[in-house]
């Protein structure tokens, strides 16, 4: 018979990553089973029914997608029959699990995603171990996993959105970068811009910290397989596909300093899937035509890019990561959107670059700003169409410009982190 555990002094708990994991995946376990999503209809006095949701799923998408997921009962799949505004990793998974469950209802489904999800976030919080452990110390390794852990940032999004997918080809490409695993790295970057496209700028730090020869291996892996998996959505689903993969690019500016310029107080999402059988309702705006150009916007970006880019910058890990953080930092002010699930891409870079309470209060504050902003603000927008107005304009408008702030403060801290005692022999 084994003997029982002996009790552990607070050192020895905090250090015990097995521990952690068990923590970890213990409570979003629980969380499932006691808040477990659920649909359900009201009636008005006109007997017109409302869908009301509750349960983790509240406030996310996940009802968005399941609606894509029921076209699938009569045959309707994305990018051929309706357009859809994501790559194909995510919409495969949902409907794959769809059609797997034999056609579940909304809570089997959603549920299934939440666990999937939370299986992803495991494995960040490994990730996010090995990670902490090669770029600073063991007790840096430990600590910023515990970090994570108790932060509502990652387990709220993992059952409103998908992102945690992409955080999680995120940093395991990163991880194999660092390890010397190129190739591996590369079609992981790969399957991570298939899932979002974001991840695809890991490139320019290849670029930028490895050898000419590594650089064009690596992009030739990545590039070639987005290419081939897009082309061949493209020969299959012709215009429609093609619709799909430009949506994104042709909305209006949403929830960042540029919609405020261009007067659109709305979310990003786009209409759910009535609309989505006509190909031309992908590049329709939804909102105003922006006051400064693409183009302008992109100049000082371009430029400012380039200067970093150019500088004599640590060419260690450490370098790599304030490298790749400060290239999505400055993509996301660059874009004319901004996603609050953004900030669960940002947490474990943030914490990797900045172990200190420093970083962690950064953390907190986006997630803050980013929760006030929606659900609180938004979902007081029913009478309006979802548009913010009235009282609600002031703190939207006060909530962006922090966040903008809070970014922008955090390219400069990354920057002053890249060329901090950088000799002139320095490449």
């Known amino acids: 018979m084994n003997k029982p555990s002996q009790p552990l002094s607070l050192p020895q708990l905090l250090a015990d ?8 995946a213990g409570f979003r376990l629980i969380m499932a089973m006691v808040y477990q999503p659920y649909v359900f209809e009201l009636y008005q006095e006109d007997r017109t029914p409302i869908t009301i949701e509750r349960g983790m799923s509240n406030f996310g998408d996940l009802r968005y997608y399941y609606q894509f ?19 194909p990793v995510w919409i495969t998974l949902f409907i794959g699990i769809y059609q797997a469950r034999g056609e579940p209802d909304f809570t089997g489904w959603a549920t299934l995603i939440g666990l999937v ?74 399957v ?67 919609a405020l310029i261009d007067g659109n107080l709305r979310t990003g999402s786009f209409t759910g899937p009535e609309s989505r059988f006509d190909p031309d309702n992908a590049f329709l705006p939804y909102g105003n035509d922006p006051v400064i150009p693409v183009w302008l916007r992109t100049i000082p970006f371009v430029l400012l890019g380039l200067y970093i880019f ?21 993509f996301f002010l660059w874009a004319h959107g ?22 962690v209060l950064v953390c907190l504050a986006l997630a803050f700003s980013g929760f006030v902003e929606y659900p609180v603000l938004f979902m007081r927008t029913g009478d309006t169409g979802g548009e913010i107005s009235g009282a609600l304009v002031i703190p939207y408008i006060a909530i962006i410009l922090l966040r903008t702030g809070l970014l922008v403060g955090v390219v400069v801290a990354l920057y002053q982190r890249l060329t901090r005692g950088v000799s002139d022999e320095a490449a």
């Open 192 to 258: 991570g811009t298939l899932t979002k496209y974001t991840p695809i700028l890991l490139l320019p730090a290849v670029w930028r910290f490895y050898d000419r020869r590594r650089a064009i291996q690596y992009t030739v892996i990545s590039l070639l397989i987005v290419i081939l998996v897009l082309g061949a959505l493209i020969v299959w689903g012709g215009r429609m596909a093609v619709a799909s993969l430009l949506s994104q690019f042709n909305k209006a500016s949403y929830e960042s300093i540029w």
């Open 117 to 190: 999800m939370a299986g992803f976030d495991i494995g960040n919080l490994v990730l996010l171990r090995f990670l902490g452990r090669r770029l600073h110390d063991e007790q840096t390794g430990i600590a910023l996993p515990w970090v994570y852990a108790v932060l509502a940032a990652p387990v709220i999004f993992s059952w409103w959105t998908f992102e945690t997918i992409v955080v999680f080809f995120l940093l395991l490409a990163l991880w194999w970068l660092l390890e010397g695993r190129d190739r591996r790295s590369a079609v992981v970057t790969a």
């Open 69 to 87: 997921a029921q076209l699938s009962d009569q045959g309707e799949l994305p990018y051929r029959d309706y357009w859809h505004e994501f790559p």
């Open 338 to 359: 901004w996603s609050p699930q953004w900030i669960l891409t940002l947490t474990p870079l943030i914490l990797l670059n900045f172990p200190s309470r420093d970083g």
């Open 310 to 330: 150019t500088r004599k910058l640590r060419q260690d890990d450490r370098g790599v990561i304030a490298f790749v953080t400060i290239t999505l930092v400055l």
């Open 17 to 24: 990553f097995r521990l952690l994991v068990y923590l970890f």
